[in-house]
């Protein structure tokens, strides 16, 4: 989602006590931090219906930031950002994402400064997973999978497709698969996301055997957001899927307008070429 597409309410100087820093004084004395956050949500409903309940109460975001502060404690102002961002996201599901700036008055260094902050920018993201089995009881392996990844509080499966039968791809001798594909709202980046999509699959007892051999469960990142990702161990978009019905057709039934940010196809488009081919 482009920044565009979402509004923006701004809490600034927001004065704090909070028991976060190296030294055991700061940890047990306290002190002053000062808290800059941008909210970034839909608030053109609210606006057309004078409506609070279609934003975000941005005096509850201030007071659950306040208490989060004095209520836990942390070595690194980085912990402390990374930690209440997320909170933050989970507690106000309206939110798509949040700037927030911890700034420290009166960091021990030695030297005189105004202060010292960090700034971090965090929100949920959009991925395409695909699913697929082709051991035992298939339909169970993928269903429980599914809800596996549902458990979690920074994974939300938004939608699932179909689950369709398809001839295995790459290694013909094995048994047919069950394919689909999962609409997943994440707070975790691509390689975090990879992670645990890996213990999932390990929670069916997959193992990786042989390239394209048969799996119990089957889990991969096809899109992320509009993200271009290049890496030995994880491609983003998945430089396959384009030759791949098992994956074009529950994606289009899904997101059939969703463009593939290299190619410049829709998934549709990508769908029809490779059944003509």
């Given at each position: 989602?482009s920044?565009?597409?979402?509004?923006r309410?701004h809490?600034r100087n927001?004065?704090?006590?909070g028991?976060?820093?190296?030294f055991?004084?700061?940890?047990?004395l306290?002190?002053?931090?000062?808290?800059?956050?941008?909210?970034?949500?839909?608030?053109?409903?609210a606006?057309?219906?004078?409506?609070?309940?279609?934003?975000?109460h941005?005096?509850?975001v201030?007071?659950?930031?306040?208490?989060?502060?004095?209520e836990?404690?942390f070595?690194?102002?980085?912990?402390v950002?990374?930690?209440?961002a997320?909170a933050?996201?989970?507690?106000f599901?309206?939110?798509?994402?949040?700037?927030?700036?911890?700034?420290?008055?009166?960091?021990?260094i030695?030297?005189?400064?105004?202060?010292?902050?960090v700034?971090?920018?965090r929100g949920?993201?959009?991925?395409?997973?695909?699913?697929?089995?082709?051991?035992?009881?298939?339909?169970?392996?993928?269903?429980?999978?599914?809800?596996?990844?549902?458990?979690?509080?920074?994974?939300v499966?938004?939608?699932?497709?179909?689950?369709?039968?398809?001839?295995?791809?790459?290694?013909?001798?094995?048994?047919?698969?069950?394919?689909?594909?999962?609409?997943?709202?994440?707070?975790?980046?691509?390689?975090e996301?990879l992670?645990?999509?890996?213990?999932?699959?390990q929670?069916?007892?997959?193992?990786r055997?042989?390239?394209?051999?048969?799996?119990?469960?089957?889990?991969?990142?096809?899109f992320?957001?509009?993200r271009?990702?290049?890496?030995?161990?994880?491609?983003?978009?998945?430089?396959?899927m384009?030759?791949?019905?098992?994956?074009?057709?529950?994606?289009?039934e899904?997101v059939?307008?969703?463009?593939?940010?290299l190619?410049?196809?829709?998934?549709?488009?990508?769908?029809?070429?490779?059944?003509?081919?």
């Amino acid at each position: 989602m482009s920044e565009w597409d979402l509004d923006r309410i701004h809490i600034r100087n927001l004065e704090v006590f909070g028991r976060h820093g190296v030294f055991p004084e700061e940890n047990r004395l306290g002190q002053k931090f000062i808290i800059n956050a941008t909210l970034y949500i839909h608030t053109r409903e609210a606006g057309l219906k004078d409506d609070l309940t279609k934003s975000v109460h941005y005096g509850e975001v201030s007071h659950f930031m306040a208490r989060y502060m004095t209520e836990h404690t942390f070595g690194l102002i980085e912990a402390v950002a990374e930690q209440m961002a997320r909170a933050v996201l989970l507690q106000f599901p309206a939110m798509q994402k949040i700037t927030l700036e911890i700034s420290k008055p009166w960091a021990p260094i030695g030297l005189p400064l105004d202060a010292v902050s960090v700034e971090i920018t965090r929100g949920w993201h959009s991925s395409y997973v695909a699913v697929g089995s082709n051991l035992g009881d298939r339909e169970t392996y993928i269903r429980r999978g599914i809800a596996s990844l549902n458990s979690r509080e920074d994974c939300v499966v938004e939608r699932v497709s179909s689950l369709i039968p398809t001839k295995p791809y790459g290694v013909e001798e094995q048994p047919d698969f069950l394919n689909g594909m999962v609409e997943l709202r994440t707070l975790l980046f691509p390689e975090e996301l990879l992670g645990v999509l890996h213990e999932v699959e390990q929670e069916a007892k997959r193992e990786r055997k042989v390239h394209w051999g048969p799996r119990t469960l089957d889990l991969d990142i096809i899109f992320y957001d509009d993200r271009v990702v290049d890496k030995e161990n994880l491609k983003i978009p998945h430089p396959d899927m384009q030759n791949r019905e098992f994956v074009l057709k529950p994606l289009a039934e899904l997101v059939p307008y969703l463009r593939h940010p290299l190619i410049g196809k829709t998934v549709e488009q990508m769908l029809a070429e490779l059944s003509l081919g």
